[in-house]
C-alpha cells in the first residue's frame, strides 16, 4: 500500500500523542486531533497504539470527535495493532456507520480468525445504510466461508462496486471463475471508482488472464501498475515475464491510444476547455482530452501549454498530463521543463517524474542521456524502468548493471535484452 504522503506532518510522536490526548474542546484553533491520528501511523509503537485506542474511547458526540475516533481506528488497521482487535471489535456496533466502515477495514488489515468477530462482521451485511463493499472485502480476505450465501445476495447490486466484491469473494470462495468476466466488463464502467475498485477485485481473485484489460482501463496509471505488478507478484512465478512486459511497458508508455476510452464528446472542444479537462478528478476524462488535443489541436497546443505550466505545477495530475503531452508535441523548448520534472523528489509528483522520463525519450534529445542515467539509482522502480525504456528509444541503453537488480521487472527486463545480445 502506497504510504508516500504519510509524512507529511511536521510532528514527533511525543507530539502527536499529546496532541490527541487534548481533550476537543481544548484545541487550538492551529491544532488538529484528527493530523495527529493521522500522523502516529509513522510511529509504530506501544505508546502510540495506547495513544490511539483512548481516542477511540473517547466517546463524545461532537462531530470533530467522531472524526478523529474514525481516524485512529484506521490509524490501529494500518499499525496492524492486534492487542487493539477486542476494542475495534466492540465499534462494530457504533452508530457512525463510518466507524464501522473503518472498523471493519481495521479488522481486516490486522487480521483475525475468531469466529465471534467474524460472524460479527458477517452481521453487518443485514445491516441498512452500510458499507457492503468493505464487509464483504474483508470477509472474502480472511476467508470467512460461512458468509457465503450472504455474500452472494449481493452479485446484482445496484452499485456496481459491491456487486464486483460480491462476485469476486463468491468466486474465491466456490473456485468457480466463470463469472469473473462480469468484474473484467467493470473495467469499462462510467465511473472511475467502479474501474478502479475493479482492479483491486482482479488483484484479490488472483485473475491474471485480465492483465490485458487491466493495461487499457481508463484510470491513472498508477491503479494499472499496482495491479499488473501485484497480480505478476501473486502470481508466484507463474506468469513469466515475456508475457507481461508488452502491457507493463504499454502502460508506462500512458498513450491515449493503448487505452479504451470510456468518455466521449459531443462535439470537439475548444483547447482551453481541453486544458481544464486535465484537471479532471476521473482520469479517463483526462486522457480523452489528451487525445483530443494530440489529434486536433498538435499546433496551437504547446503555446497553451507553456501558458499553462505555472498554474498545472499546483496540480500534480494536470502536470503529469502536461508533461507527457510536451514530449508526446516534440517540444525541444520544454527539455528544462522536463528536466526539472524529472528530478522533482516532492512524492505528489512521482508520477510526473516517470512521465518526464518517457517525455524525454520522445524528444530524443542527447543531453537527456546522463539526467536519465542518474535515475538508475532511484529505488522508485517505475522511474528506473522508464528512465531504462527513453534511454534504450535514445540509443543508450546499458543493462547489464541491472541483470541482479532487487527488482524483479528490472531484473527480468534487463536479463531479456543482455540475453539477446549474446
Same mark, same amino acid.
Given at each position: 500500500?502506497?504510504?508516500?504522503?504519510? =509524512?507529511?506532518?511536521?510532528?514527533?510522536?511525543?507530539?502527536? !500523542?499529546?496532541?490527541?490526548? +487534548?481533550?476537543?474542546?481544548? !484545541?487550538?484553533?492551529?491544532?488538529?486531533? *484528527?493530523?495527529?491520528?493521522?500522523?502516529?501511523?509513522?510511529?509504530?509503537?506501544?505508546? @502510540?497504539?495506547?495513544?490511539?485506542?483512548? #481516542?477511540?474511547?473517547?466517546?463524545?458526540?461532537?462531530?470533530?470527535?467522531?472524526?478523529?475516533?474514525?481516524? @485512529?481506528?484506521?490509524?490501529?488497521? /494500518?499499525?496492524?495493532?492486534?492487542?487493539?482487535?477486542?476494542?475495534?471489535?466492540? %465499534?462494530?456496533?457504533?452508530?457512525?456507520?463510518?466507524?464501522?466502515?473503518? #472498523?471493519? /477495514?481495521?479488522?481486516?488489515?490486522?487480521?483475525?480468525?475468531?469466529?465471534?468477530?467474524?460472524?460479527?462482521?458477517?452481521?453487518?451485511?443485514?445491516?441498512?445504510?452500510?458499507?457492503?463493499?468493505?464487509?464483504?472485502?474483508?470477509?472474502?480476505?480472511?476467508?470467512?466461508?460461512?458468509?457465503?450465501?450472504?455474500?452472494? =445476495?449481493?452479485?446484482?447490486?445496484?452499485?456496481?462496486?459491491?456487486? &464486483?466484491?460480491?462476485?469476486?469473494?463468491?468466486?474465491?470462495? +466456490?473456485?468457480?471463475?466463470?463469472?469473473?468476466?462480469?468484474?473484467?466488463?467493470?473495467?469499462?464502467?462510467?465511473?472511475?471508482?467502479?474501474r478502479r475498485l475493479s482492479?483491486q477485485d482482479l488483484i484479490? #481473485?488472483?485473475?491474471?488472464? #485480465?492483465?490485458?484489460?487491466?493495461?487499457? %482501463?481508463?484510470? &491513472?496509471?498508477?491503479?494499472?501498475?499496482?495491479?499488473?505488478?501485484?497480480?505478476?507478484?501473486?502470481?508466484?512465478?507463474?506468469?513469466?515475464?515475456?508475457?507481461?512486459?508488452?502491457?507493463?511497458?504499454?502502460?508506462?508508455?500512458?498513450?491515449? =491510444?493503448?487505452?479504451?476510452?470510456?468518455?466521449?464528446?459531443?462535439? !470537439?472542444?475548444?483547447?482551453?476547455?481541453?486544458?481544464?479537462?486535465?484537471?479532471?478528478?476521473?482520469?479517463?476524462? %483526462?486522457?480523452?482530452?489528451? =487525445?483530443?488535443?494530440?489529434?486536433?489541436?498538435?499546433?496551437?497546443?504547446?503555446?497553451?501549454?507553456?501558458?499553462? *505550466?505555472?498554474?498545472?505545477?499546483?496540480?500534480?495530475?494536470?502536470?503529469?498530463?502536461?508533461?507527457?503531452?510536451?514530449?508526446?508535441?516534440?517540444?525541444?523548448?520544454?527539455?528544462?521543463?522536463?528536466?526539472?520534472?524529472?528530478?522533482?523528489?516532492?512524492?505528489?509528483?512521482?508520477?510526473?517524474?516517470?512521465?518526464?522520463?518517457?517525455?524525454?525519450?520522445?524528444?530524443?534529445?542527447?543531453?537527456?542521456?546522463?539526467?536519465?542515467?542518474?535515475?538508475?539509482?532511484?529505488?522508485? /522502480?517505475?522511474l528506473k524502468y522508464a528512465?531504462?525504456?527513453?534511454?534504450?528509444?535514445?540509443?543508450? @541503453?546499458?543493462?547489464?548493471?541491472?541483470?541482479?537488480?532487487?527488482? /524483479?521487472?528490472?531484473?527480468?527486463?534487463?536479463?531479456?535484452?543482455?540475453? @539477446?545480445?549474446?
Open positions: 500500500m502506497d504510504k508516500r504522503f504519510f =509524512k507529511l506532518f511536521n510532528l514527533t510522536e511525543d507530539q502527536a !500523542i499529546a496532541l490527541l490526548d +487534548t481533550p476537543q474542546d481544548q !484545541i487550538g484553533e492551529e491544532d488538529s486531533r *484528527y493530523i495527529a491520528a493521522s500522523h502516529l501511523v509513522n510511529f509504530p509503537t506501544e505508546r @502510540s497504539v495506547q495513544a490511539l485506542m483512548r #481516542a477511540v474511547q473517547q466517546t463524545d458526540s461532537a462531530l470533530d470527535n467522531r472524526i478523529v475516533r474514525r481516524k @485512529s481506528v484506521e490509524t490501529l488497521g /494500518w499499525l496492524e495493532a492486534p492487542q487493539a482487535l477486542p476494542l475495534i471489535h466492540t %465499534c462494530l456496533a457504533d452508530d457512525d456507520c463510518y466507524m464501522v466502515e473503518n #472498523a471493519v /477495514w481495521a479488522i481486516g488489515e490486522i487480521g483475525t480468525q475468531d469466529p465471534d468477530i467474524l460472524e460479527d462482521v458477517a452481521k453487518l451485511l443485514d445491516r441498512p445504510g452500510q458499507t457492503y463493499r468493505v464487509i464483504i472485502h474483508t470477509l472474502a480476505k480472511l476467508n470467512y466461508h460461512p458468509a457465503l450465501e450472504r455474500i452472494r =445476495k449481493f452479485v446484482q447490486d445496484a452499485d456496481p462496486p459491491t456487486a &464486483s466484491a460480491a462476485i469476486t469473494a463468491v468466486c474465491r470462495f +466456490t473456485q468457480d471463475f466463470s463469472q469473473m468476466d462480469k468484474v473484467v466488463a467493470m473495467l469499462q464502467h462510467p465511473n472511475v471508482l467502479a482492479i484479490d #481473485a488472483h485473475y491474471y488472464d #485480465a492483465i490485458p484489460n487491466i493495461a487499457r %482501463c481508463p484510470v &491513472s496509471l498508477v491503479f494499472r501498475l499496482r495491479g499488473i505488478r501485484m497480480l505478476v507478484e501473486g502470481s508466484e512465478g507463474a506468469i513469466a515475464f515475456p508475457a507481461i512486459q508488452p502491457y507493463l511497458e504499454q502502460t508506462l508508455y500512458d498513450h491515449p =491510444k493503448d487505452l479504451d476510452l470510456v468518455h466521449r464528446y459531443d462535439r !470537439i472542444p475548444d483547447l482551453p476547455d481541453l486544458i481544464r479537462g486535465l484537471y479532471e478528478t476521473d482520469f479517463g476524462r %483526462c486522457y480523452l482530452a489528451v =487525445k483530443t488535443i494530440l489529434e486536433h489541436y498538435a499546433e496551437a497546443a504547446p503555446a497553451a501549454l507553456f501558458a499553462a *505550466y505555472e498554474e498545472a505545477v499546483q496540480d500534480y495530475g494536470a502536470h503529469f498530463h502536461v508533461v507527457k503531452l510536451l514530449g508526446w508535441l516534440k517540444q525541444a523548448p520544454a527539455y528544462d521543463l522536463l528536466v526539472e520534472s524529472l528530478h522533482n523528489t516532492q512524492p505528489q509528483f512521482q508520477k510526473s517524474r516517470a512521465g518526464a522520463a518517457i517525455a524525454l525519450g520522445e524528444l530524443g534529445d542527447p543531453r537527456a542521456v546522463p539526467e536519465l542515467q542518474s535515475c538508475l539509482e532511484t529505488k522508485i /522502480w517505475d528512465a531504462l525504456m527513453s534511454l534504450e528509444k535514445l540509443g543508450n @541503453s546499458t543493462y547489464e548493471p541491472f541483470i541482479d537488480d532487487t527488482d /524483479w521487472f528490472i531484473r527480468e527486463k534487463a536479463q531479456i535484452h543482455t540475453n @539477446s545480445r549474446l
